[in-house]
Nanobody, 123 residues
């Protein structure tokens, strides 16, 4: 069993930056493709970013492309989401997801989830 714990969320102003972290337990983290999703109030959970097990491939939702960067440090069992130029519409609970076995943007393809961290961007 793998546990994922997100951190780094908070309240910021539009234009600010935040870096989210997702710490994973277990020895198999380095073999997992990982993703970030987010869920705003009243909306479905949506794909944000994906990174392959070795960091060789990354994909982003169009809404965050050019502003967000996903990365990972397998030695630290951690995946990151650097968020720049934040907008009020980025406000959501952000979830780390692990062990992708299918389409990178499909939340059903991930086997492990963190508890989420709140990001609030004020205008």
């Amino acid at each position: 069993q793998v546990q994922l714990v997100e951190s780094g969320g908070g309240l910021v102003q539009a234009g600010d930056s935040l870096r989210l972290s997702c710490a994973a337990s277990g020895r198999t983290f380095s073999t997992y493709n990982m993703g970030w999703f987010r869920q705003a109030p009243g909306k479905e959970r949506e794909f944000v970013a994906y990174i392959s097990w070795n960091g060789g491939s990354t994909y982003y939702a169009d809404s965050v492309k050019g502003r967000f960067t996903i990365s990972r440090d397998n030695a630290k069992n951690t995946v990151y989401l650097q968020m720049n130029s934040l907008k009020p519409e980025d406000t959501a609970v952000y979830y780390c997801a692990g062990r992708n076995l299918g389409a990178y943007a499909d939340r059903r393809a991930y086997g492990y989830w963190g508890q989420g961290t709140q990001v609030t961007v004020s205008s």
